[in-house]
């Protein structure tokens, strides 16, 4: 390679950036098309419009990747290793207008809200970006290392099944669910007149109130299940294996490879299907507004762009990684071309209809994993994330991947999220600034609330939801206001970047 050109600039060589490219694109799939079946679901499309919504996400996926990692002129792309999916930040607050809303109505007010939450996030890109100073290394390196803890529930949940859902630990018991029915039933047969009669009957049996639902309380026998745990530990040791042993190339795939073991594995016992594979069209194209148009309600674009801010806040700090990792400056015009891409990809989201982006922090663990860091590996990510979205055959051919087997990688990347954290506040000065130990204790703590106390906000105004219930967002905040509380806004922030990128040794 050329001296003078940067790992971050180094063009690979064609077969490899397509490995490279892949091994990213499989890393973020899973929690790529998460959110179109959650709200997709949530809103009660129909099957054949929660796949279209799957495709034009992938679609989206590969488009804002290419302006955020190639950069298109000196206003968009930070042109790092960045690869763009959508934000579970924007989940809660659609999902209740999903629930508010059901159907195409209540899709248009989602896209609509997009819409106008990517408009203000671009207009106010540049003055995120001046709040640099604010995020020393205590303040980044706290943010990432919540970031990453966060992060572990999902690989978690790929590995044992999700909490909430048909793989949750408990299911409703049949026998009591069939009870409810028969209750329903007769309820609906007294209030019904009998023929001839002019006025129905007496209600011999209450009608059932309004959102009655059963809590689960048998155990799930989906949830946690050997196999998959076996196939899990199978792909985790895969990696640490070839990881260790293996050299160059082949040791920057060891996720890639383990992946692909892992579907071996799980096809030849019987748990991955291919029917979906079948099922699929080969081509379809992805064309704006192809399932609502957008509905454009004030009250829904500032929620969003209260989440959107969230998304800004949380990709500075990862931002911040990727320049630690790859020994790339990160400067002020950066930050802002970078933000203002968020915004761009989510104005793309709503047109599409789809949803809100962001830089995806499982890859910047992948990153520090392979220690790849050209921005071409993540150019060729985003072309194959095109390439999918406009080829349905082959998106079902990469989601047939049991979760379970994701979860095996997912452990090794969300936990190096977390170990570039650990990192960066290795190097914070804690023996003469003891103060910078409360900063990191309570906001890790403030982090942590989300994910033990999911319900601690059931009583607080609902507008703040949005806000409160993300534990990175909680954590931003902390940090941020104790570090001003503490030690004052640094005014160099050229040496605050310098100080991030102390802890690149890995």
């Not at 490279?20 to 959650?38: D, E």
């Not at 859902?165 to 009591?176: C, D, L, R, W």
């Not at 003469?432 to 130990?437: G, Q």
Request: hydrophobic fraction near 55%.
């Amino acid at each position: 390679m050329n001296s003078t050109v940067h790992p971050v600039d180094e063009r690979l060589p064609a077969g490899k950036l397509a490995a490279l490219g892949l091994q990213h694109v499989l890393v973020m799939y899973a929690g790529a098309v998460a959110v179109p079946l959650i709200v997709g679901r949530a809103l009660k499309l129909s099957p054949e419009q929660v796949a279209m919504l799957i495709s034009a996400d992938l679609f989206c996926c590969g488009l804002v990747t290419l302006i955020q990692s190639l950069g298109t002129t000196q206003w968009f792309g930070i042109k790092l290793p960045v690869m763009m999916g959508v934000t579970f930040a924007s989940v809660a607050p659609m999902l209740a207008m999903a629930n508010s809303n059901p159907g195409i109505a209540g899709a248009g007010l989602i896209f609509g809200s997009i819409i106008g939450a990517g408009v203000i996030s671009i207009l106010i890109a540049p003055v995120v970006s001046r709040m640099l100073r604010f995020f020393p290394p205590v303040v980044t390196g706290t943010i990432i290392a919540v970031i990453g803890i966060s992060l572990m529930r999902i690989g978690i949940n790929w590995i044992f099944g999700n909490p909430f859902g048909p793989t949750a630990p408990n299911i409703v018991n049949p026998e009591h669910a069939k009870w409810l029915a028969d209750v329903g039933s007769m309820a609906n047969a007294a209030v019904t007149p009998a023929a001839g009669a002019s006025a129905p009957a007496a209600a011999v049996v209450p009608a059932i109130p309004k959102g009655l639902a059963l809590v689960g309380t048998v155990p799930n026998p989906n949830y946690a299940q050997l196999p998959h745990i076996g196939i899990a530990a199978l792909v985790l040791a895969s990696i640490l294996l070839i990881a260790k042993y293996a050299k160059g190339f082949v040791a920057n795939i060891s996720v890639l490879l383990g992946i692909i073991l892992g579907g071996i594995v799980a096809t030849a016992a019987g748990l991955m299907s291919f029917e979906k594979v079948a099922r699929a069209g080969w081509f379809d194209l992805v064309l704006p507004f192809e399932i609502a148009a957008p509905v454009f309600d004030p009250i829904l674009i500032l929620t969003m762009t209260l989440v959107m801010i969230v998304v800004m806040i949380e990709s500075t700090g990862m931002f911040l990684a990727l320049g630690d990792m790859t020994g790339k400056k990160v400067d002020q015009k950066m930050l802002t071309a970078g933000l203002r891409t968020d915004g761009v990809g989510t104005l793309i989201g709503g047109i599409f209809n789809t949803f809100p982006y962001t830089s995806f922090s499982q890859n910047v663990g992948l990153v520090g994993v392979t220690g790849v860091k050209s921005r071409f590996v993540c150019v060729a990510g985003g072309v194959i994330l095109i390439v999918l979205g406009l080829l349905p055959k082959m998106a079902a051919l990469v989601e047939s991947l049991p979760t379970f087997v994701l979860g095996g990688a997912g452990l090794v990347m969300f936990g190096m999220v977390a170990a570039t954290g650990i990192r960066i506040l290795s190097n914070v000065d804690y023996k003469t600034n003891r103060n910078n130990l409360f900063i990191v204790a309570l906001s890790i703590g403030f982090g942590m609330i989300p994910l033990i106390a999911p319900n601690f906000k059931q009583w607080l105004p609902h507008g703040i939801h949005p806000l409160i219930e993300s534990g990175i967002l909680l954590a931003s905040i902390s940090a941020v206001a104790l570090n001003l509380y503490f030690n004052g806004a640094a005014a160099d922030e050229s040496a605050t970047v310098e100080a991030a990128k102390l802890a690149d040794a890995h």
